[in-house]
């Protein structure tokens, strides 16, 4: 039982062997992979592999890099595909203060007009932040706690920060970052968060976890994300792919 809570299974990176590496996620023993749309066309292209693929589900949503191309006609054509069954989430949205591929305005504004779509829809959300703590933490707060708000993806702060967004309603997810050997904060998020609240993810293709980093990642190496958890916690690796699988499950409403 395991969930790779995040990948981008429509990236032209998986062109050549798409189908392989679905199939080896699900003879792998992987549940489920949620496909995180990043605009348009990304989105609907996930939307398209979750109906084709039994273990695959899709979340839509515009990337603050892209933010800057979205128009708001878009966003309610996402806003229309989410009627479909195995949509369960708006994402991935957020700010990027690292990369600004997108100017921070236009970034805040496509990101505020998400999050409050995501509210209507009912739908929880997929949170890209890198290097825009303070920025995401405040427009969150101002959106109010809730039980099961969404998922803080790729999460790179530190502890505090974690038990925070936590406090307002949202999961942490843990990438296969945490393998790598300098990686000191996040190791220390992902022993001291509770087990409850923790969810396991690729980011596929990118980051991938020891010994495959350098590689194309897949949603099969969240394995070895899961099991350096299980080191650093000193559990068993069942342990953190039964709670992460569950919490999945619970804040996608996963069948
Ligand atoms: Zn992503």
């Not at 949620?34 to 839509?60: E, F, H």
């Not at 989430?89 to 007009?113: K, T, V």
């Amino acid at each position: 039982m395991l969930i790779d809570s995040h990948a981008h299974l429509d990236m032209p990176q998986f062109d050549d062997d798409r189908e392989e590496v679905i199939e080896r996620s699900d003879y792998g023993g992987l549940d489920h992979i949620l496909t995180v749309g990043t605009d348009l066309d990304s989105s609907l292209a996930a939307v398209k592999l979750a109906q084709q693929y039994n273990i695959v589900y899709a979340a839509v949503g515009y990337h603050p890099h892209n933010a800057q191309e979205c128009d708001l006609r878009d966003l309610d054509r996402l806003a229309q595909v989410t009627s479909e069954p195995k949509v369960v989430a708006w994402g991935e949205i957020g700010l990027d203060f690292f990369r600004r591929l997108s100017p921070p305005e236009e970034q805040l504004r496509i990101f505020s007009h998400q999050l409050e779509m995501a509210n209507d829809l009912n739908l929880p959300v997929i949170i890209h932040d890198r290097e825009a703590h303070k920025d995401v933490f405040a427009i969150l707060k101002k959106l109010g706690k809730g039980e099961k708000r969404g998922v803080i993806h790729c999460f790179s702060g530190d502890i505090d920060l974690a038990r925070d967004f936590i406090e307002l309603g949202y999961y942490i997810s843990i990438p296969g970052t945490v393998t790598y050997k300098k990686a000191s904060r996040v190791k220390e998020v992902a022993c001291d968060i509770p087990l409850e609240r923790m969810l396991v993810e690729t980011d596929a293709p990118f980051l991938a976890p020891v010994p495959k980093r350098g590689k194309r990642n897949e949603p099969l190496f969240v394995t070895y994300t899961a099991m350096e958890i299980a080191r650093i916690r000193n559990i068993e690796f069942e342990e953190v792919a039964r709670f992460t699988a569950q919490n999945a499950k619970d804040l996608f409403i996963l069948k």
